[in-house]
Nanobody, 118 residues
C-alpha cells in the first residue's frame, strides 16, 4: 500500500508560481512512476506530467515549458513547480503513483486546490 499526501496548493494571481509537493509513505518510492494530474469543475481529469524511476520526465502540451516535475527519492517526495500560472490552471491537483503506467495509476492522493485569479 502506498499513501500519497499533496501540499502546496492555494490562491495565486495570474503569472505567479506555486510549488506542489507529494509526500509518499513506504520504502518502495523509487520503484514507482510518479505523476501529477488535475481536474477542473465539470471537466475530466487531465494528465499533466510524469517522472520515471531515474528522473526522466514527460509533459502534457498544455503545461510544457511552464510546469516542471521532479522527484527526490531520498525524501520519498515528488514535486510540481508551476510557473506563469493562468486562470485556466485552476483545478484540484492530484499526485499519482504506479509501478508500470502512470496514466492508469493505482495510487492517488486526496488532491490540493489551486486557484489562479485574473
Amino acid at each position: 500500500q502506498v499513501q500519497l499526501v499533496e501540499s502546496g496548493g492555494g490562491l495565486v494571481q495570474a503569472g505567479g508560481s506555486l510549488r506542489l509537493s507529494c509526500a509518499t509513505s513506504g520504502r518502495t518510492f523509487s520503484r514507482f512512476l510518479m505523476g501529477w494530474f488535475r481536474q477542473a469543475p465539470g471537466k475530466e481529469r487531465e494528465f499533466l506530467a510524469g517522472v520515471g524511476r531515474l528522473g526522466d520526465t514527460y509533459y502534457a502540451e498544455s503545461v510544457k515549458g511552464r510546469f516542471t516535475i521532479s522527484r527526490d527519492n531520498a525524501k520519498n517526495t515528488v514535486y510540481l513547480q508551476m510557473n506563469s500560472l493562468k486562470p485556466e490552471d485552476t483545478a484540484v491537483y492530484y499526485c499519482a503513483a504506479d509501478p508500470t503506467m502512470i496514466r492508469n495509476a493505482q495510487y492517488w492522493g486526496q488532491g490540493t486546490q489551486v486557484t489562479v485569479s485574473s
